[in-house]
């Protein structure tokens, strides 16, 4: 333990770091930590303090820190070539990694188009939709429909889709203009009635009137994430892909959150037999080592795209790092980890392990909703349970629990009120109780203090 190195670090990042999504000016009063390595499921600091990754690095780690068999792929293909571009050259493991998404991708998406975020695989999507109606002779088709308070990414194209005030409303001058459908979640209903009902109602109505404008409608299946782990009701997903079939529009299914096991299935959009025209990747498609996203979509997008090199229809998009060999070599060693180490029979084991946890924490005083969906759980903090009334923006009550819980060593990052929960699926039973008992304990220790 080096304390002084420690002091110079923290004054170096205070210095040069700009942290995302971070308040700057109360940075440091937090007191940050900083990782310097990591072992299964925890992160180790510069002091040597051991942390349960309680959000996956951000969800995207899956099989835990360090993995064996990732490390080595990674290694392996350091000694062949770190990166070579695909604008214009084919690269071994991306050619392996794309034949082997399509075989466990929902059936029909055949092409996979890579990027290296979540944001982006969403921007690809959203021109890759606005280009196939272009060149279908649909020229009217440039609007897309999206979910109130979904989140799509932080890029230009991806903020315009989403529609969360706190992040996105100081951009609206920057923005595209997107046709808005609220949200089915139950516990955020406000629209009177059934909330399934109520939200297609809404969509039906959207989409009779102005399907032939509209490019795509996008959507997070199952859970908006970043929302606050806002779960839909069973059957919105299905009916809102029939929807779009009826009317001829492309359903975008967001998966950057979902995708990879983290609902109990490979991709949450398989629990309600949906086939999306195109389907965004990232996060848990390197099992959560390297940046890496993939935009899936059908032969008849695609072909769209196709024609004489003079006919320019070819989609104008790619960036540096695009299909990164060794970020699609750990891809490929993770996927093959799903298989060796029946990773989905396990998420839906430790899933069931954590569901009296989360039974005892809805009776807690102020806990408002707790949603969860495989390995995905919100729990939202309210100041009164019964009219449900919020906690102020101000009171950083998340935080304040989060706090408390780094101090059982556990790290979760709150989104506002809503404590949540994203672990490696790689999370052990006897780590998944421990981890149940101890937001338990933090949020008594913040709420009733
Ligand atoms: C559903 C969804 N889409 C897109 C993104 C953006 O991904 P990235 O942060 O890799 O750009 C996120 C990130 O949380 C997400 O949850």
Request: aromatic content about 8%; charged content about 25%; overall charge negative.
């Amino acid at each position: 333990m080096d304390s002084s190195r420690h002091e110079r670090l923290l004054a170096l990042d205070r210095a040069h770091v700009w942290h995302p999504f971070t308040q700057m000016a109360v940075w440091p009063s937090d007191d940050p930590l900083i990782i310097e390595r990591a072992e299964g499921n925890e992160l180790v600091d510069d002091l040597g303090r051991r942390y349960l990754d309680g959000v996956s690095s951000l969800w995207c780690n899956v099989h835990g820190h360090r993995k064996g068999e990732i490390d080595e792929a990674v290694r392996a293909q350091l000694d062949r070539v770190a990166h070579s571009t695909l604008l214009g050259l084919a690269s071994v493991p991306s050619i392996e990694l794309a034949e082997a998404l399509v075989r466990i991708a929902p059936e029909g998406l055949t092409r996979v188009f890579y990027s290296d975020s979540g944001s982006t695989a969403v921007e690809v999507a959203l021109k890759m939709a606005y280009q196939y109606w272009q060149q279908r002779g649909r020229p009217e088709r440039t609007r897309f429909a999206a979910l109130a308070e979904s989140y799509h990414g932080d890029t230009v194209g991806s903020v315009s889709v989403g529609g969360m005030e706190l992040f996105h409303g100081i951009f609206r001058g920057l923005l595209f203009g997107v046709e808005r459908l609220p949200s089915p979640s139950p516990y955020h209903w406000t629209g009177g009635g059934d909330p399934l009902a109520g939200a297609l109602r809404a969509a039906e109505r959207l989409l009779e009137e102005k399907a032939t404008t509209l490019a795509a409608v996008v959507l997070e299946p199952l859970v908006q994430g970043a929302a606050g782990m806002w779960i839909h009701p069973p059957g919105y997903l299905r009916a809102m892909a029939d929807l779009c079939r009826k009317h001829d529009v492309l359903l975008i299914c967001d998966e950057v959150a979902t995708g990879f096991g983290r609902t109990g299935t490979m991709f949450a959009v398989e629990q309600e037999g949906v086939r999306p025209d195109i389907l965004c990747l990232a996060k848990g498609l390197s099992g959560g080592y390297l940046p890496l996203a993939a935009t899936l979509t059908t032969d008849r997008v695609y072909e769209a795209f196709l024609g004489e090199f003079a006919s320019a229809r070819t989609f104008f998009h790619g960036h540096t790092f695009t299909g990164n060999p060794l970020a699609c070599a750990a891809a490929l060693a993770s996927l093959r980890l799903f298989e060796t180490e029946r990773v989905l029979e396990r998420v839906r084991r430790t899933a069931e392990v954590l569901r009296p946890k989360f039974a005892a924490i809805a009776e807690l005083q102020h806990v408002g909703d707790v949603r969860q969906r495989g390995l995905m759980v919100g729990i939202e903090l309210v100041r009164d349970r019964r009219t449900r009334e919020p906690y102020g923006y101000a009171d950083r009550i998340g935080h304040r629990v989060c706090l408390a819980l780094r101090r059982r060593g556990i790290l979760l990052r709150p989104l506002g009120p809503v404590v949540v929960m994203m672990p490696p699926l790689s999370l052990t039973e006897l780590e998944a109780a421990r981890l149940g008992d101890a937001v338990r304990e933090a949020i008594v220790e913040v709420t009733e203090a």
